[in-house]
């Protein structure tokens, strides 16, 4: 019977059951004596049920509930389903939990259970090994206190895991560990550590190789080059076949060694990833040198560009990787506009850091180009970059760099309209440099000169 069924049935009960007591109280002309004697029964009935519930629920409610009459009867029952549905949600549940615990144990991959403050709740095998976790004493130890890196310990801080992250192991530095943090509930987190020192050894060998072959490449190639240019000042080399042939051997050794210097470049940036002394850079001087260059690099397709700079902020880093980054991109943006188009260089700083954005009203690449723009070599119309003499490798540099200086090279484009190219530096890495204020507005911006003036 439902609850509220019974509770009816009760309420009519006790209803009847007061009319008879004050009927029977009339007749026999003791009112008072026949009502309490009907109210000490009823409430002496109650105590004894609730004494019953009261012994069932401290015996852990295991057994069935004792019989009952009335709402009693009702109530025990209600309960009795409560506690089996509780029951067999606590039954599902530990089993689910036996299973997570069952396969992240068996992961290979270190698997680590933090609280909201990194602290330490729980871990599989795979995180002993690795991570060099030790039962019962790391139970609630905060996870910066055993992972020391300071890369580690700065990406918990800030919580920033949108890329993982690659150390070597606290236990073993020859085992390469690749770290990713992912919320799981409310205020846990989930922290994975794959060993992928294979990988990594394979990376290296990678590097190696190209770093190699660029450096033994780059000594014949200068002596061809040499000697190519020897030859061009050679009366003979004025004469058919050589007229021709001896400026294409010149322009492709030149190409080479382009090529071999980048790659020398790469392999140096890839081999120290953190950046290891910092200058302060005023990068509006530099932006300028870099505009001055980019207007005579634009030449008969006048270009219009314009420099918008806040002339107080600096950033910190190196400035020989900083100026070969934001050239890359200006030359980008010369290269992929036609003639007359419009090439924007801004650098200014807001909230988030300080950012310096390429846009230009050039041909746009496809949106399923720009995830790969930064791989090496790759370039989305091979012959026009051949063309314009590119090889793919200036986007590769530009993010390394970006990357190397805490920040992130950012990618806009829509084919025809054109491109922006951003990148954003973290504010750790800005600052403000002390200038004089101005005391007359000057009548003429030299940063916004462009062809056309
Ligand atoms: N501003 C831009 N507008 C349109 N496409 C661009 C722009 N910048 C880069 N791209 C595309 O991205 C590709 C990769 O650029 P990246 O700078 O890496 O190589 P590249 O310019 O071809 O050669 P280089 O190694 O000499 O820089 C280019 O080949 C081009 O297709
Ligand atoms: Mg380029």
């Given at each position: 019977m439902?609850?509220n069924?019974?509770?009816r049935a009760?309420?009519?009960?006790?209803?009847?059951?007061?009319?008879?007591?004050?009927?029977?109280?009339?007749?026999?002309?003791?009112?008072?004596?026949?009502?309490?004697?009907?109210v000490?029964?009823?409430?002496?009935?109650?105590?004894?049920?609730?004494?019953?519930?009261?012994?069932?629920?401290?015996?852990?409610?295991?057994?069935?509930?004792?019989?009952?009459?009335?709402?009693w009867?009702?109530?025990?029952?209600?309960?009795?389903?409560?506690?089996?549905?509780?029951?067999?949600?606590?039954?599902?549940?530990?089993?689910a939990?036996?299973?997570?615990?069952e396969?992240?144990?068996?992961l290979?991959?270190?698997?680590?259970?933090?609280?909201?403050?990194?602290?330490?709740?729980?871990?599989?095998?795979?995180?002993?090994?690795?991570?060099?976790?030790?039962?019962?004493?790391?139970?609630?130890?905060?996870?910066?206190?055993?992972?020391?890196h300071?890369?580690?310990?700065?990406?918990?801080?800030?919580?920033d895991?949108?890329?993982?992250l690659?150390?070597?192991?606290p236990?073993?530095?020859?085992?390469?560990?690749?770290l990713?943090?992912v919320p799981?509930?409310?205020?846990?987190?989930?922290?994975?550590?794959?060993?992928t020192?294979?990988?990594?050894?394979?990376?290296?060998?990678?590097?190696d190789?190209?770093?190699?072959v660029?450096?033994?490449?780059?000594?014949?190639l200068?002596v061809?080059s040499?000697?190519?240019?020897?030859l061009?000042?050679?009366p003979?080399?004025?004469k058919?076949?050589?007229?021709?042939?001896l400026p294409?051997?010149?322009?492709?050794?030149?190409?080479?060694r382009?090529?071999?210097?980048?790659?020398?470049?790469?392999s140096?940036?890839?081999?120290?990833?953190?950046?290891?002394?910092?200058?302060?850079?005023?990068?509006?001087?530099?932006?300028?040198?870099i505009?001055?260059?980019?207007?005579?690099l634009?030449?008969?397709?006048?270009?219009?560009?314009?420099?918008?700079?806040?002339?107080?902020?600096?950033?910190?880093?190196?400035r020989?990787?900083?100026?070969?980054?934001?050239?890359?991109l200006?030359?980008?943006?010369?290269?992929?506009?036609?003639?007359?188009?419009?090439?924007?260089l801004?650098?200014?700083?807001?909230t988030?850091?300080?950012?310096?954005?390429?846009?230009?009203?050039?041909?746009?690449?496809?949106a399923?180009?720009?995830?790969?723009?930064?791989?090496?070599?790759?370039?989305?119309?091979v012959?026009?970059?051949?063309?314009?003499?590119?090889?793919g490798?200036?986007?590769?540099?530009?993010?390394?760099?970006?990357?190397?200086?805490?920040?992130?090279l950012?990618i806009?484009?829509?084919?025809?309209?054109?491109?922006?190219?951003?990148?954003?530096?973290?504010v750790?890495?800005?600052?403000?440099?002390?200038?004089?204020?101005r005391?007359?507005?000057?009548?003429f911006?030299p940063?916004?000169?462009?062809?056309?003036?």
């Amino acid at each position: 019977m439902s609850l509220n069924r019974s509770w009816r049935a009760e309420l009519t009960v006790v209803a009847a059951g007061g009319v008879a007591l004050v009927l029977l109280g009339l007749w026999y002309e003791h009112l008072a004596v026949a009502l309490l004697t009907g109210v000490t029964s009823y409430l002496a009935w109650h105590l004894v049920q609730l004494y019953r519930l009261y012994d069932w629920l401290t015996r852990g409610c295991v057994t069935p509930p004792p019989d009952a009459k009335g709402i009693w009867a009702a109530l025990l029952c209600e309960l009795w389903r409560g506690q089996r549905r509780t029951r067999k949600r606590k039954r599902k549940l530990r089993r689910a939990l036996r299973r997570f615990k069952e396969s992240t144990a068996a992961l290979p991959e270190a698997t680590v259970v933090l609280g909201l403050y990194g602290e330490i709740e729980w871990w599989n095998a795979a995180a002993e090994q690795l991570l060099g976790l030790r039962r019962p004493d790391d139970r609630g130890q905060r996870i910066a206190n055993l992972i020391r890196h300071p890369e580690f310990v700065r990406r918990l801080e800030l919580g920033d895991w949108r890329q993982p992250l690659v150390i070597s192991s606290p236990v073993d530095a020859n085992i390469w560990l690749t770290l990713n943090l992912v919320p799981t509930a409310k205020h846990k987190y989930l922290l994975l550590a794959q060993n992928t020192t294979r990988l990594q050894h394979l990376d290296q060998v990678r590097r190696d190789f190209v770093a190699n072959v660029s450096h033994e490449l780059r000594t014949p190639l200068t002596v061809i080059s040499g000697y190519v240019e020897a030859l061009l000042d050679h009366p003979e080399a004025r004469k058919p076949p050589w007229k021709h042939v001896l400026p294409q051997v010149h322009e492709q050794a030149r190409r080479m060694r382009g090529i071999v210097e980048d790659l020398l470049l790469l392999s140096r940036l890839e081999l120290d990833r953190e950046l290891t002394s910092e200058e302060e850079i005023a990068v509006t001087t530099l932006l300028r040198q870099i505009h001055k260059e980019a207007m005579e690099l634009s030449g008969e397709a006048r270009h219009r560009i314009l420099l918008d700079v806040d002339p107080q902020l600096g950033l910190r880093g190196n400035r020989n990787e900083l100026r070969s980054a934001f050239s890359n991109l200006v030359v980008n943006a010369i290269r992929y506009t036609p003639t007359g188009g419009e090439i924007r260089l801004r650098w200014h700083a807001d909230t988030q850091g300080a950012h310096f954005c390429v846009s230009d009203t050039g041909v746009g690449i496809e949106a399923r180009h720009i995830p790969r723009l930064t791989e090496r070599f790759y370039r989305v119309d091979v012959g026009r970059s051949r063309e314009t003499g590119g090889t793919g490798l200036g986007l590769a540099i530009v993010k390394h760099v970006v990357t190397r200086h805490g920040g992130e090279l950012t990618i806009e484009s829509t084919v025809g309209k054109g491109s922006t190219f951003t990148c954003h530096f973290p504010v750790r890495h800005f600052y403000w440099l002390e200038i004089e204020p101005r005391l007359e507005p000057e009548p003429f911006n030299p940063l916004a000169l462009t062809h056309d003036e």
